[in-house]
């Protein structure tokens, strides 16, 4: 298995503008996550789905953050108009079922710079 | 709520020492601890999980952690260090209020092994 699979592995980008973060799951996990890691405020979970469903999206900062799952493969993290604030480094993990607490799978992340 | 605590931003370890890597737990109900482990430039990795049974728990990589009921608390530890165990660690607890399956972190603990 390959593993969750983020792309772009970075990104620089000017303030203002669009990105868009992608990830590929763990194929035949249920639950995906997604991450934001900064020095200041360590390891956030911004947003997590269920079988493509929303579940708890509490830690988007602001509108300018969108999330979607529109298949079980495939998942986008969406900020626009982009800010300096933002830059970070965006983590997906997947994981499968509930009950048993199931450890989750990371992905290399994605390292964005906003300038 | 669900919290967990990583009271040492660092450890420092002699290599071929045995090291401990502190955390401590707030749950309501039955505990999920997990501990990951984070390259530079990686995403996270699963070290292992204490879910239910032997508060001994043994993971990857020889590490192994305590689960202590009374204290709250489930050090990370392994007898003989390694400088290639040198990374960022991660203990965390799963959140299952109102059903959610998602994990709280830690800060962090640095562990840096000197030669």
């Known amino acids: 298995d390959a593993g969750v699979i983020q792309s772009p592995r970075h990104e620089v980008t000017e303030m203002g503008q669009e990105v868009t973060l992608r990830c590929k799951p763990i194929?035949?996990?249920?639950?995906l996550f997604w991450y934001r890691q900064t020095m200041m405020r360590g390891l956030e979970l911004l947003i997590y789905?269920?079988?493509?469903?929303?579940?708890?999206d509490s830690g988007m900062p602001e509108d300018r953050f969108s999330a979607k799952m529109p298949n079980a493969s495939f998942s986008t993290l969406k900020i626009q108009p982009s800010e300096p604030r933002d830059s970070a480094v965006y983590f997906c993990?997947?994981?499968?079922?509930?009950?048993?607490?199931?450890?989750?799978?990371f992905g290399p992340g994605t390292r964005l710079t906003v300038l | 709520a669900q919290s967990v605590a990583q009271p040492e931003d660092q450890v420092n370890v002699a290599e071929g020492n045995p090291l401990t890597v502190k955390c401590t737990y707030s749950?309501?109900?039955?505990?999920?601890l997990f501990w990951y482990v984070q390259y530079p430039n990686r995403g996270l990795q699963f070290l292992l999980k204490?879910?239910?049974?032997?508060?001994l728990v043994k993971g990857s990589y020889g590490f192994e952690a305590e689960f202590n009921k009374s204290q709250t608390s489930f050090h990370l530890k392994k007898p003989s260090a390694l400088v290639s165990d040198s990374a960022l660690y991660f203990c965390?607890?799963?959140?299952?209020?109102?059903?959610?399956?998602?994990?709280?972190f830690g800060a962090g603990t640095r562990l840096a092994v000197h030669p």
């Open positions: 965390a607890v799963r959140d299952n209020y109102l059903g959610y399956n998602k994990l709280i």
């Open positions: 194929s035949g996990h249920d639950y």
């Open positions: 204490y879910i239910t049974g032997d508060n």
């Open positions: 789905f269920n079988n493509n469903v929303p579940i708890d």
């Open positions: 993990a997947s994981s499968l079922g509930a009950e048993t607490g199931n450890e989750q799978f």
């Open positions: 749950v309501s109900g039955n505990p999920y």
